[in-house]
T-cell receptor, first 115, second 112 residues
Framework: DAKTTQPTSMDCAEGRAANLPCNHS???????VYWYRQIHSQGPQYIIH???NNETNEMASLIITEDRKSSTLILPHATLRDTAVYYC????????????????FGQGTILTVHP | GAVVSQHPSRVICKSGTSVKIECRSL??????MFWYRQFPKQSLMLMAT?????????EQGVEKDKFLINHASLTLSTLTVTSAHPEDSSFYIC????????FGPGTRLTVL
């Protein structure tokens, strides 16, 4: 079972910031928070990941609460092409030597960016 | 970012035939690849973990004799759907692991 809960859907106006929440109250100390998105009929695309500290890259920012039980993905200036399903996933990056913990996808948040 | 390819992107076959899907990691060596299946309007479901040089690990409820996985090299994993039936029609996606998962574009399988 997925270890995260996300709202089913969200809307955002083009050019505005999109803030997507995720709850992961049972996260353990060695689990990272990953965000992926999937545009219709394509493979998922990596967005960002983090452990404790807030992270930012060219696509988005990730804000993780101090207790690590929730996080928010921020798309600073949403465009129509950001319309997709956004998945928040917790994953153990140190699962046994060189093998990585598997990703368990929940239902994600359908983000619709409108003009 | 790293590139993972899948071939074919789309396949239509008759019931009872077998279909092979290839997943290639184009610019890094992947000791571990994953295979997912996605039905319409549903999330991705992990089918199996493919480890180079060893047997695949299948998730509960996935028939290993029906979904044959071969990870013959560090850049190639194949999934063969044997004796395909209409209920096997789905979107099959692979991923290769490095510091993160890099996903292929998916293969749309339609079994008539």
């Amino acid at each position: 079972d997925a270890k995260t809960t996300q709202p089913t859907s969200m809307d955002c106006a083009e050019g505005r910031a999109a803030n997507l929440p995720c709850n992961h109250s049972t996260i353990s100390g060695n689990e990272y928070v990953y965000w992926y998105r999937q545009i219709h009929s394509q493979g998922p695309q990596y967005i960002i990941h983090g452990l404790k500290n807030n992270e930012t890259n060219e696509m988005a920012s990730l804000i993780i609460t101090e207790d690590r039980k929730s996080s928010t993905l921020i798309l600073p200036h949403a465009t129509l092409r950001d319309t997709a399903v956004y998945y928040c996933i917790v994953r153990d990056l140190n699962a046994g030597g060189t093998s990585y913990g598997k990703l368990t996808f929940g239902q994600g948040t359908i983000l619709t960016v409108h003009p | 970012g790293a590139v993972v390819s899948q071939h074919p992107s789309r396949v239509i076959c008759k019931s009872g035939t077998s279909v092979k899907i290839e997943c290639r990691s184009l610019d890094f060596q992947a000791t571990t690849m994953f295979w997912y299946r996605q039905f319409p309007k549903q999330s991705l479901m992990l089918m199996a973990t493919s480890n180079e040089g060893s047997k695949a690990t299948y998730e509960q409820g996935v028939e290993k004799d029906k979904f044959l996985i071969n990870h013959a090299s560090l850049t190639l994993s194949t999934l063969t759907v044997t004796s395909a039936h209409p209920e096997d029609s789905s979107f099959y996606i692979c991923s290769a692991s490095r510091d993160r998962e890099f996903f292929g574009p998916g293969t749309r399988l339609t079994v008539l």
